[in-house]
């Protein structure tokens, strides 16, 4: 499913951090693209939280990922000019 389809069906539009969590959870089910965007539309089973918890994790990895890349840059920094 692309995610204009998706957005067609849903009315929803996610970021693409979040398509892509979208994208792997309709693969993983046995939904054709119009059942998966009914049931993600309604929040059947807790589908649309499942992502959007899916997506919070990914996002606070990636800032903490992020911020220990920038600590070891300023050690860097730091290091060099002494």
Known sequence: MQQEE?????GFRPSQGMYRV????Y???ALDEAEFCRQYSL??????????HITDMAEIEQQQEIAK???RL????KN???
């Open 27 to 29: 693969i993983k089910s």
């Open 74 to 77: 300023e050690r860097n920094i």
């Open 22 to 25: 979208i994208a792997n959870e």
């Open 43 to 52: 929040n059947i089973g807790g589908i649309a939280q499942k992502i959007q």
């Open 80 to 82: 060099s000019l002494t």
């Open 6 to 10: 998706f957005e067609s069906l849903t």
């Open 69 to 71: 890349l920038q600590e």
